[in-house]
């Protein structure tokens, strides 16, 4: 028998990692001591071992704990996990070729391609934009946000960015429209359609982006710094827009 720090030790996880998926219902402690504290054994480290393979392999914690009772599909997991991690493998072979065709361009006569150094940081920005935004999203939310970035290039990042501008820009020019016009019906239906470009219609993605809005007072300071921040008006407009299609 192990007592939590014990435990945890030999397991290579901490004890607060125990308490929580105690609390979760994924690993009970086979006993408690007459004074109260956790007891594992053997049996509970091979247990331990399914959850983190499991966790490992992009599995959220609350699908685990389903699967612990019943034969895990192995096979769908490791796909799943394999396109996950082959999209962040690409995502790196992409920076990786812009700042190697950069370094070359040093060699030109004519000076750098400053285009070049242009594309490393959208590489960049790319991969560390929406780290912050983790919180937000489930485990399951976050592998398939995951998935979805294979097809997420600088391109089409650049062209979704100028979509946004424009129907910004759109919006605030109808702001005295009715919200129920065909107008700003037309500019809520691109709305969401670029909404839909990035949750692709996914619930669980759909539900961390209405948690990552909701909470826009407590974004890190240079988020706002950088445009992400909507005027108050604009996004007041849309959704009456929105709310007026819905009651039709």
């Known amino acids: 028998m192990y007592q939590a720090l014990e435990f945890a030790n030999l397991a290579g996880v901490t004890v607060r990692a125990l308490h929580h998926y105690d609390r979760l219902g994924l690993l009970k402690p086979s006993r408690r001591s007459a004074s109260g504290y956790r007891l594992y054994t053997d049996r509970d480290l091979a247990r331990l071992e399914q959850i983190v393979v499991l966790k490992y392999l992009g599995l959220p914690l609350k699908q685990i704990r389903s699967l612990l009772f019943q034969e895990p599909d192995l096979s769908a997991i490791l796909v799943r996990q ?3 991690l082959g999209e962040r493998r690409r995502q790196l072979d992409r920076t990786i070729q812009a700042i190697e065709e950069a ?31 983790k919180k937000y999203y489930s485990e399951e939310a976050q592998a398939k946000i995951a ?5 997420w290039t600088p391109e089409l990042q650049e062209q979704v960015s100028r979509d946004w501008t424009q129907l910004f820009a759109d919006i605030e020019a109808s702001l005295k429209e ?20 990035f949750t692709g ?15 826009r007072n407590n974004w890190p300071a240079d988020v706002k ?4 921040q909507i005027k108050p008006e604009i996004q007041e407009f849309i959704m009456r827009a929105i709310g007026a299609a819905k009651s039709r």
């Open 82 to 84: 394999q396109r996950v």
């Open 103 to 133: 370094g070359r361009s040093l060699q030109h006569a004519q000076g750098p391609d400053w285009s070049l150094f242009k594309k490393i940081i959208q590489e960049i920005e790319m991969q560390n934009d929406n780290e912050w935004t």
């Open 147 to 151: 998935e979805r970035q294979a097809a």
């Open 178 to 197: 009715d919200p129920a016009s065909a107008k700003a019906q037309h500019l809520a239906a691109r709305w969401q359609r670029l909404i839909a470009g």
């Open 201 to 215: 219609g996914d619930p669980a993605i759909q539900k961390g982006l209405n948690q990552l809005w909701s909470d």
């Open 225 to 228: 710094a950088h445009g992400w």
